[in-house]
């Protein structure tokens, strides 16, 4: 069955420094999310991407964040300089418009 | 208040039980989704609805889109069953997540 596929699967990374978390999504679907889950909280949207624009984003997903479709398989999210409390659960997510929403296996960030 | 409501947050059960997971929404959506969270962080998709009832094995979900409700039924319970099932309402693009609900079944 096809997956999503998230890498790096962990990463710690010091205050204030850029991290890129990178995904494969599916390859004929046509929309592409990103989400994130702080620990013991629920899962919350940031941004959505069809058409290589944004689609829609959320509050949180300020300018410290973006979002790049570099070479129509990856599909990255860039955090330009991380705070104490961007650590969370990052999943990356895939579907094709209203049906086959399939998520990625997260990137757990850390940041010190 | 929470769009996405449900209940119970902990539910404890004995294997063989018949489990029931609520979930209410207050946005409109076209479609419902259950999804399992098992303690690595891993989502898996059990369903997705925008009508009626759909069953997979022993999993039922179903939907009243009059009501803005769903439940999410497990029957003959097994300790495999044990995770977090999360109800998220697609509303536009994006999901909007509930708090979860955390199974477990015991032997």
């Known amino acids: 069955e096809p997956e999503v596929t998230q890498t790096p699967s962990h990463q710690v990374t010091q205050m204030g420094q850029e991290v890129i978390l990178r995904c494969v999504p599916i390859s004929n679907h046509l929309y592409f999310y990103w989400y994130r889950q702080i620990l013991g909280q629920k899962v919350e949207f940031l941004v959505s991407f069809y058409n290589n624009e944004i689609s829609e984003k959320s509050e949180i997903f300020d300018d410290q964040f973006s979002v790049e479709r570099p070479d129509g398989s990856n599909f990255t999210l860039k955090i330009r300089s991380t705070k104490l409390e961007d650590s969370a659960m990052y999943f990356c997510?895939?579907?094709?418009?209203?049906?086959?929403?399939?998520f990625g296996s997260g990137t757990r960030l850390t940041v010190v | 208040k929470n769009e996405v409501e449900q209940s119970p947050q902990n539910l404890t059960a004995q294997e063989g039980e018949f489990i029931t997971i609520n979930c209410s929404y207050s946005?409109?959506?076209?479609?419902l989704h259950w999804l399992q969270q098992h303690p690595g962080g891993g989502i898996v998709s059990l369903f997705m609805?925008?009508?009626g009832k759909k069953k997979h094995g022993r999993l039922i979900a179903t939907i009243n889109i009059q009501e803005k409700h769903s439940s999410l039924h497990i029957t003959a319970s097994h300790p495999r069953d044990s995770a977090v099932y999360i109800c998220?309402?697609?509303?536009?693009?994006?999901?909007?997540f509930g708090t979860g609900t955390r199974l477990q079944v015991f032997p």
């Open positions: 998220a309402v697609r509303n536009t693009d994006k999901l909007i």
């Open positions: 609805l925008s009508s």
């Open positions: 997510a895939s579907s094709r418009a209203v049906v086959g929403y399939t």
């Open positions: 946005v409109g959506i076209s479609a």
